[in-house]
C-alpha cells in the first residue's frame, strides 16, 4: 500500500495525509497503524513518537480536517464581500459540491459515528467543530435577515448532514440530489415577511 | 459481558439479539465474532453455523433492523386511517421519537459510514432499505396532496437523516432538536399552494 509520500513532506505530514485518506477508504477502525506507518514510508515507532497513540493521530487529522472545513467562512466573505445572503447561497452551493465530489461524507460526523465511546479524544474535536459551524452558519442568516435565522441554519445543516450521510447508504442519485433545491426552498420561504406579503397585497 | 440471554431464546436469535446491541455500543469493527458469541452464552462455531461469517452477521442484523423499521408504515395506516396528511406528520412524530431514544442513531445508514467497501453483503441490505422508505415516503406525499411531493419527501428523509446523524456528533440539544420545527415547516409550505394564495389575495 503506498500513500501520499515525498522526499520533501515531512514524516509527520506524510503519515497524516496517508492516514486520512486510508481512514476514509477503509474506515476509521478498518485499518491499523502499522498500515498506515508503511504507506506512509515510515515506521509504526516514529507514527508513535509524532503522536503517542492511534487515537491521538485520528484526533489530529480530524483537527486538520475541522481547519480545512473552517476555510470555507473566509472563501463566503472574500467571494461575495458584505453580502450576507449571497455568502448563505454560497455556503448552499459549496455544500452541493462536496455532496457531490465526496462519496465518503463529512471526516467529522463518520468518525462520531465510528466512534460511539465517550471518552476517546476525537469527540471533542468534533463536537467544537460542529457547534462552531452551526454557530457561523447562524450568525449569517441572521446578518443575512432571515426570518427564525436559528431555525434556517439548523435546517441548512440537518439538510447537508443527512446528504451526506445519506449518499454513502443509496449513493448520488438517492435524496442528496435534491440538496441545493430543499436548501433554497427553505431560504426562499425565510426570505419574505409575512408582513410584507400583507403589505404587498395591499398595495395591490 | 453478558448479552441478552435466556434459556428459553434459541441461539439464532440470542447471537442477533447480541450482535445488535454490541454493534450499537462499539461500533460494527469495534466488537470481533468471540466477543459477541461469549456474550450471547454461545461460541464461535454455532455463530458460524448460523450465519457462516461476521460479515453475514452484520447483513442479517440490519435486515432484521429494516423488518422492524418497516412496521411505522403499518403502525401510521392504523394510528391515522385513510388520512395520508396526517400519516406524513405522524411519520415526523415518529422520527422525533426515534432522535430523541436512540442516540446512536439510524444502524443501517451508521452501518453504511463504517462500511465503505462496496462489496460487503450489508450494502445492499442498506440501500434496498432507504429506497424503500424514500418510494414509500414520497408515495404518501402524493397522496396527501402536497406540493412536490418528491421534493418535500426527499427533504424530510435528508432532515431526518441528518438529524440522526448530527445527534451523534453535538448531543440532543445541537441542530437536531430543531428536526419536528424544521419538518412541520417543509410540510406546511407545501400544503398551500401559490395559485391559492392570490386567489385569496384577490378575493379580499
Known amino acids: 500500500m503506498r ?8 514524516p509527520r505530514q506524510r503519515i497524516l495525509d496517508t492516514a486520512r485518506n486510508l481512514f ?3 474506515g476509521i477502525k478498518g485499518i491499523g497503524v502499522e498500515a498506515i506507518a508503511e504507506a506512509a514510508e515510515t515506521n509504526k515507532m516514529t507514527l508513535y513518537r509524532h503522536f503517542g497513540s492511534k487515537d491521538e493521530l485520528i484526533a489530529e487529522c480530524l483537527r486538520e480536517a475541522a481547519n480545512r472545513a473552517c476555510d470555507i467562512w473566509c472563501d463566503l466573505e472574500a467571494q461575495n464581500p458584505g453580502d450576507a445572503l449571497a455568502q448563505v447561497k454560497g455556503w448552499v452551493r459549496i455544500g452541493a459540491e462536496r455532496v457531490l465530489s465526496e462519496g465518503r461524507g463529512c471526516d467529522l460526523a463518520n468518525a462520531a459515528v465510528e466512534l460511539p465511546d465517550g471518552d476517546h479524544p476525537a469527540k471533542r474535536v468534533i463536537q467544537e467543530f460542529k457547534v462552531e459551524q452551526r454557530n457561523r452558519l447562524a450568525d449569517l442568516c441572521r446578518r443575512a435577515g432571515l426570518q427564525n435565522p436559528d431555525l434556517v441554519s439548523d435546517t441548512l445543516s440537518l439538510l447537508l448532514e443527512g446528504a451526506r450521510v445519506n449518499r454513502q447508504s443509496v449513493g448520488p442519485d438517492g435524496p442528496c440530489a435534491q440538496f441545493v433545491a430543499a436548501a433554497e426552498a427553505v431560504i426562499a420561504a425565510s426570505q419574505r415577511r409575512p408582513e410584507t406579503l400583507i403589505a404587498d397585497d395591499r398595495a395591490r
Chains 1, 2 share one sequence.
Not at 3 to 10: A, P
Request: proline share 0%.
Open 3 to 10: 500513500g501520499i509520500c515525498s522526499d520533501r513532506v515531512r
Open 24 to 26: 476514509r477508504k477503509y
